[in-house]
């Protein structure tokens, strides 16, 4: 579950979403203060939109809004409040993770791309990455399906070049780091940095 919220710009409403995937046909519920965005050929709610937010939940966030245990509980209140059938199965755990690259293969249709595979501590992933300086040994960040990158980027499970790919390997630069070089490449982390550990970008 992602979650934005940008009163200056977009109003007092807190924009939820609870799938990466793009809607392809949007049926809009109204129940009070909450719309519904579903999916209408299946009835899946992908979205929904929670309009005088501030009567509801304590933010004064711009743009991404961190999703914590009290937030969710206010998203549910609100949710009980305007009568509103939306279940938030909400998981918690890092976006933004160290990972080791096992292995690094050239993509068979792409000669700047490779596939990588990549432990993040409770899975691998298979990544497929056109940073240049990417090697099997090195420890790297990793944004998993549902990380929204600083650019507002949100990530999702992609295809490249025939290649299925499940997660970004990240630069300085896309994590916002500050004096990140200009040159391409991911970043790449110290070797006793943990696999599986939340990353924390440096503050500025």
Known sequence: MNVFYNKEHVGDVL???LATESIVNTVVERAGDIAILKEAQTGEIKAFNLFNASQYVQTDARG??????ELVEQLAA?????G??????????PKFVVGFVATKEKHPNA?????????VGDETLQ????????EAGQKVVVAKIGAVMPSGMLIKEGNLRGVDSFGMLCSARELAVPNAPSEKGILVLPEDAIVGSAFESPSK
Request: hydrophobic share 45%; proline share 5%.
């Open 15 to 17: 924009l939820v979403q």
């Open 64 to 69: 991404l809004v961190e999703v914590t245990p």
């Open 78 to 82: 609100a949710i009980e409040k305007n």
């Open 84 to 93: 509103a059938n939306i279940s938030l199965d909400v998981d918690f755990s």
């Open 111 to 119: 000669d700047k791309l490779s596939i990588c595979s990549v432990n």
């Open 127 to 134: 990544i497929v990455c056109g940073a240049p300086n990417v």
